[in-house]
Nanobody, 126 residues
Framework: QVQLVESGGGLVQAVGSLRLSCAAS????????MGWFRQAPGKEREFVAA????????DYADSVKGRFTISRDNGKKTVYLQMNSLKLEDTAVYYC???????????????????WGQGTQVTVSS
């Protein structure tokens, strides 16, 4: 049983910053990738960022490159998403994801992530 618990969401003004955290409760996997997706009202869920177990491989959606940074602390089983220069269009529910088998080239595809958190709301205001 894998549980992912996100935190850090909230209301922030445009150009501000937020840091999301996601703690994983799992005792099965030797290693696993983690990442973030988001879904805005009326839109499909989209990839945001992902990171490999070692942290050596990361991937970002074009829309967040240069503004968001993903990182992880394996000792704490936690992944972070530092979001800077937030824009109105970043408003969405952000979902943490985890998978032990996903390949780097598949990070941006939701169907390859088998474990999902419940989501945390991020609202960017003008």
């Amino acid at each position: 049983q894998v549980q992912l618990v996100e935190s850090g969401g909230g209301l922030v003004q445009a150009v501000g910053s937020l840091r999301l955290s996601c703690a994983a409760s799992e005792r099965t996997f030797v290693s696993y990738a983690m990442g973030w997706f988001r879904q805005a009202p009326g839109k499909e869920r989209e990839f945001v960022a992902a990171i490999s177990w070692s942290g050596g491989s990361t991937d970002y959606a074009d829309s967040v490159k240069g503004r968001f940074t993903i990182s992880r602390d394996n000792g704490k089983k936690t992944v972070y998403l530092q979001m800077n220069s937030l824009k109105l269009e970043d408003t969405a529910v952000y979902y943490c994801v985890l998978d032990p088998l996903i390949r780097t080239r598949s990070y941006d595809s939701s169907r390859y992530w088998n474990y999902w958190g419940q989501g945390t709301q991020v609202t960017v205001s003008s």
